[in-house]
């Protein structure tokens, strides 16, 4: 299966709740990042992932937190969900040299916390 | 931390014609990539020019790099109504396992 696939593309939830996004990495590709965009601004990095380990982290709080499996894929939680994480994340894969090919983002999963 | 920022925000063109958009960015880099973003959806990877590289062409995309300037821009010719979206640029520094993002160019070209 070729491309980035992301689970669930919506979700609503309580301020409080704890949310886990899900990600399946393009085929060959070892390396996933996650992304949050806020409605009207660019994507800020929050992590990556590299051979199951954390590999760079953007400025997010220790609630936001991460797995990698050994096939790839990848998951992102938030624990004690506030109204300002609602927001489109994206989830992006790419071989560990970004330099050629950059980076393949799936469509992301919108989550709104009410 | 360096950050691409677009120029200008908006822009409304009709069918046919070309369409211009800035990036300017602040620290040095490794290289700078163009997305392409529909209805809020996920990103479609553009194109991407090295830090060593000036110009590049990809279909009736142009992107220029000034690194001198610390700016790029990327040129879409003969506009399409598909082209219709949000433009970012992205900074990669090379060594830091990210990309840094614009706020973003919303180009409406009109049929």
């Known amino acids: 299966e070729t491309g980035v696939t992301q689970s669930p593309t919506h979700l609503i939830k309580t301020r409080g709740q704890q949310v886990t996004l899900r990600c399946s990495s393009q085929s060959g590709h070892n390396t996933v990042s996650w992304y949050q965009q806020a409605l009207g601004q660019g994507p800020q990095f929050i992590f990556q992932y590299y051979r199951e380990e954390e590999n760079g982290r953007g400025n997010f709080p220790p609630r936001f937190s991460g797995l990698q499996f050994p096939n790839y894929s990848s998951e992102l939680n938030v624990n004690a969900l506030e109204l300002d994480d609602s927001a489109l994340y994206l989830c992006?894969?790419?071989?560990?040299?970004?330099?050629?090919?950059?980076?393949?983002f799936g469509s992301g999963t919108r989550l709104t916390v009410v | 931390s360096q950050q691409g920022e677009e120029d200008p925000q908006a822009l409304s063109i009709q069918e046919g014609e070309n369409a211009t958009m800035n990036c300017s960015y602040k620290?040095?880099?490794?290289?700078l990539q163009w997305y392409r973003q529909n209805s809020g959806r996920g990103l479609v990877h553009l194109i991407l020019?090295?830090?060593?590289?000036r110009e590049k062409h990809s279909g009736r995309l142009r992107v220029t790099l000034d690194t001198s300037k610390k700016s790029s821009s990327l040129l879409i010719t003969a506009s399409r109504a598909a082209d219709t979206a949000s433009y970012f640029c992205?900074?990669?520094?090379?060594?830091?396992?990210?990309?840094?993002f614009g706020k973003g160019n919303q180009v409406v070209v009109i049929p």
């Open positions: 992006a894969s790419s071989l560990p040299d970004t330099g050629i090919y950059g980076y393949t």
């Open positions: 992205a900074t990669d520094a090379g060594g830091n396992n990210r990309l840094a």
């Open positions: 620290t040095s880099i490794n290289n």
């Open positions: 020019i090295r830090s060593n590289e």
